[in-house]
């Protein structure tokens, strides 16, 4: 009977009463969504000529070297294909490209979560026009606020209620507050009212989109209530300027517009400080405003000579969001409880380099700065990109430009990035229209942490329908109570009234009737008491009811923290796992790169083995050829030892057997002289006693021998066999042979000088011949020293034709001897010109000699004999002169040659060089000092 109306009451008067809980904390979130890239191509413009880019797949383009461009220039194949996310031709519509990709950011704003939305490209292919649109082909922005007001529209707050506080922040005002602004605005009328339909908007935007098109988000939390901001920048030059700036523009002498500075809040956000935040309540309205701040974009852009493809224009929306309180009546007045999201679109700068638009002066100052920050915007990306791929921690550079600076929440804290690349698919942006595309393709490599679910406030679902359920049945309950429709009464006031005492009959008829009216009192009376005690009856079931509820709802409360806790719980629990799983995911990519490093390492090492192996072969090999090399060595040592030893002893005998001979020939000389000794004896006893003077007789022995001849052909006979080396053998008559007999060789040896001596030959005459006197000791040495060596025929290797030997025969010469009688010869005397000038006793001197410097055939043919002075240096620094001598032959084919036949060697000290002093010891015994002191040693 008395449910529903308590209820209404109930709830009426609880405000004020809701238990606060602390602001639930942001959940970290460590999910990451790529930033998604999309590219739209738009149709060819009439004059743009030819084509360049393909849609080849709805994720993939191709772009067509033009053919004046060389196709490798950069290495770069003819056709490049880059993918997105998805790829738009040129059919595609505003309204299809929306749903794709600036919806589901709308979605996100109005369930709390941030977003960032911006086209880039080279200037004039379509950026303003997918962001913007033109009549009829709303772009992406009017789309945007279309969306955000039809799913928001039946609860928004009324205006004023949420108040920004200029540090980014969002403050609830109360309602008193609220509607005191409301009616000062309305007095100042300064904003335009919200118009009541589209019709009444201007009608350069009214038509921007089809209401068929219009679209709603899902799951709009009723029991929220909400307000539109919007904002809108211009970057110009890297400052930041405030297009909704209500300060009056001074048409005929502008002031330089002010611009404004980026600023961080609290949660690390960028904000424009003291940048105008309008709130709008509908899609008219928010366009207006958009519109508004175009137009003062254009008259400054005009005013100011300034480009607006050099700008990037920043239109912000923010979305303030706040519970409704338990009633679902009036937003809860508690600033934490307040969510502020905000959805960016961007409208940049166009991609071109400056040499593109031939920009000059202040004009090329301006496109540097606004390609630089679209460089920054590049670098940033890249160092994303390299931190989050490559795990380092390297700055990006937000704060370069501004631009950037502002978009460094998205990137570093959370929420949507979503990019789209407009392409003019004419030849002449080819090469721009290249490099945006390896930057778009690029961008897509970044992570951007996912938007988290914003936390459920602890109010029961279903406020405002509550709420407004309330209000309709109070209001109809008014109307029921204003009257009965056809004069009945409501069905419950009859019921209650029947509950009450019927009232007595109160027709008065007679004037005087005195029980009527007291009866009637009293009746009245009665029931005013029934309806006191049904009131206190209500009253008091009211309030235990109303206790029970409030029992109810700390309950519900209570479980619903509790629900709240679990939940924060649940969320903490999740992070761990997701930790873990990171940790799981690291750790095996580590284990999978030491696997890796493992493989590489076993190769590695096999390789060595292999090398070791080759290595240790190789060694092995040589160690055996060593011991090869050794074992001969030892070999050959053992010979050469053997050798040694051999040569030894043979040389010990030979020199047994050499002074065994001299001392023979020794003993054979004293007997001689005894012999001679005896026969003189035996003269001088015999003239003693024969006075007859008397040749003395020789030995009969003597008298036989034949005297030894000198000739060219020695004898026959063999000469003793010394074990001597070929070099070092005796001339064939300097010894006497075994069969000779030891005086014939003294008598031999006694004539022989004295023959020498007269004959003058084999040697010229020389120093030698000159002296006068008998033989000296010195010279009878050496003339014992001739003896024995002057018969070696010298052979010099060029001039030689037969090898002499001494027991050969004489030697065969096919040569014809020039006849010449003894005395008579001709000598060709060859002294080089190179030779010094000796200053000394013992001249060589030819008589009738032909003087030459050089040997000439000419002279050769005159003469029988030839003669050579050489000098030579010495070892021990003497001058060594040596006197060839030869005989002269004609040869059969007509020319000349030469047979040396003697070599005579002479030692002088270098008259040039220092002065010798020899001391004993250096006396060899070939090295007798001569008297003259001039010549050192004379041999032949
Ligand atoms: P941007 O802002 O990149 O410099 P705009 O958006 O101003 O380029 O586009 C240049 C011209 O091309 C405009 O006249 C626009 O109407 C037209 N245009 C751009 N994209 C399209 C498209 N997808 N369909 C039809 N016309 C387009
Ligand atoms: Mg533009």
Known sequence: MFTLLPFHIFFNYRKGKTPRRPPPKKPSNNQKDPVGVYCRVRPLGAEDGECCVEVISSTTIQLHAPDGLKANRNGEFKETQYSFKKVFGIKTTQCELFEDVAKPLADDLIHGKNGLLF?????????TYTMTGSPGQGGLLPRSLDMIFNSIGPFQAKRFVFK???????????????????????????????????????????????PDEACKADDVDEDSSYSVFVSYIEIYNNYIYDLLEEAPMDLIKPKPPQSKILREDQNHNMYVAGCTEVEVKSTEEAFEVFWRGQKKRRIANTQLNRESSRSHSVFIIKLAQAPLDADGDNVLQDKNQVNVSQLCLVDLAGSERTSRTRAEGSRLREAGNINQSLMTLRTCIEVLRENQMCGTNKMVPYRDSKVTHLFKNYFDGEGKVRMVVCVNPKTDDY??????????????????????????????????????????????RLEERGGPVDGEPPAALNQLLQS???????????????????RLIEALEKRHRIRQMVTEDYNKAANMLKSMLQDLDGNLMSKENFIQDQRGRLGEKDKMIQNQKNEIDRLEKKSKMLEYKIDILQKTTNIYEEDKRALQ??????????????????????????????????????????VNAKELEMQNKLWVKDEKLKQLKAIVTESKTDSRPDQPQRPSREKDRVPAKRSASPSPVPAPVWPLPQALRPAPLSLSTSSMSVASCISEWEQRVPQTDRQGSPSPP???????GPPSSLSRRRGRCWARDCEVPVQPADVGLEEVGYRTGPPVRPMHRRSHSAGAERWVDHKPSTNVELDTVMQPSVANAIKVSAPSEKALAKCDKYMLTHQEMASDGEIQTKLIKGEVFKTR????SVQFTDIETLKQENPLGPSRKRTSSETGPNQEECKDGSWTDVET
């Open 766 to 772: 020389h120093g030698r011949s000159r002296a006068q």
């Open 893 to 896: 084919g007509g020319g000349q």
């Open 431 to 476: 090469e721009e229209t290249m490099l945006v595309m390896r930057f778009a393709e690029m961008t897509q490599e970044v992570e951007v942490a996912r938007p988290v679910d914003r936390p459920i406030c602890g109010f029961a679902a279903g406020r405002r329908q509550r709420n407004q359920a309330f209000k309709e049945e109070l209001s109809r």
């Open 119 to 127: 086209t880039y490209g080279v200037t004039g292919s379509g950026k």
């Open 617 to 658: 072969h190789e060694l092995e090999s040589r160690d055996h050829r060593l011991q090869r090399e050794v074992s001969e060595k030892k070999r050959m040592e053992v010979r050469m030892h053997g050798l040694v030893t051999d040569e030894k002893l043979r040389w010990q005998k030979e020199c047994e057997r050499r």
């Open 164 to 210: 920004p506080d200029d540090k980014n922040g969002m403050e609830v005002q109360n309602q008193v507050d609220a509607l005191l602004e409301r009616q000062k605005r309305e007095s100042q009328q300064s904003v335009p009212k919200t118009p009541s339909s589209r019709q009444r908007v201007d009608p350069e935007f009214a038509d921007m989109i089809n």
């Open 500 to 518: 009450f005492p019927p009232l007595p009959a109160s027709e008065l008829s007679d004037p005087n009737d005195d029980h009527t009216i007291p």
